[in-house]
């Protein structure tokens, strides 16, 4: 039995949901979070907004699941960056380790680039904060979320300091300081006075300041 009026044929326990996700990340990938309108998103997918809310406590509900979806995609992108460059097996460990957090942060403005309105929805305040902090766990209890690509930025950041070439004194902290400079940097791309560079301008900017993110944290 269809749960809309449209005449299409119904879902099955649990589609319904995943295509009002696929239709509101369409309207978040065409006009950012603001885009994000569930009565709209019910009317994509051809359902009346009473089976929408059967699977969307409210707006926020709805938008709250499409910032994981960016969320996910961005992981996505900073681990095709990854793939990328990943260099031979055999090789040097620290290197390796240089070049996977370089990559990462590629990924990552890649997506920004790419994908304006769903990395803006990736970062919006969907709701009350589901991020986690205690005085003693700092880092470790962070949870923005899927929280995957934030693991993948502590994993790179650890196999630099693993492989012997962390400069001292640089661990505490480093993945959001290194976070926080290419999240800058991608803002500035998208909505700040790097918006009209040409591809090759910011390329070098981009490399630019990942090079001196990973200096600052190398010997």
């Known amino acids: 039995m269809s749960e809309g009026r449209s005449g299409k044929a119904g879902y099955h326990h649990?589609?319904?949901?995943?295509?009002?996700?696929?239709?509101?990340?369409?309207?978040?990938?065409?006009?950012?979070?603001?885009?994000?309108?569930?009565?709209?998103?019910?009317?994509?997918?051809?359902?009346?907004?009473?089976?929408?809310?059967?699977?969307?406590?409210?707006?926020?509900?709805?938008?709250?699941?499409?910032?994981?979806?960016?969320?996910?995609?961005?992981?996505?992108?900073?681990?095709?960056?990854?793939a990328e460059t990943e260099p031979r097996p055999g090789g040097d460990p620290a290197e390796a380790a240089k070049a996977r957090l370089m990559a990462l942060g590629f990924g990552y403005v890649r997506f920004a680039v790419t994908e304006p309105g769903m990395y803006r929805t990736a970062f919006c305040r969907a709701g009350p904060d589901r991020e986690k902090w205690t005085e003693e766990g700092g880092a470790a209890e962070l949870r923005p979320g899927d929280a995957r690509s934030f693991r993948l930025l502590v994993g790179a950041v650890d196999a630099i300091d693993a492989a012997g070439v962390m400069r001292p004194g640089s661990r505490t902290g480093a993945e959001f300081a290194a976070w926080s400079s290419v999240h800058g940097l991608a803002m500035l791309i998208l909505d700040g006075p790097l918006h009209d560079?040409?591809?090759?301008?910011r390329e070098v900017i981009v490399t630019r300041t990942l090079t001196t993110i990973l200096d600052g944290l190398t010997v």
Do not use: C, W
């Open 14 to 82: 649990g589609d319904l949901r995943n295509a009002l996700v696929d239709a509101a990340s369409e309207l978040a990938r065409g006009g950012g979070p603001e885009a994000v309108v569930l009565r709209e998103a019910a009317r994509r997918v051809g359902v009346s907004p009473t089976a929408a809310y059967r699977h969307f406590a409210n707006q926020a509900d709805l938008l709250q699941a499409v910032k994981d979806e960016g969320q996910r995609r961005l992981a996505d992108s900073m681990e095709e960056a990854i």
């Open 197 to 201: 560079l040409p591809p090759r301008q």
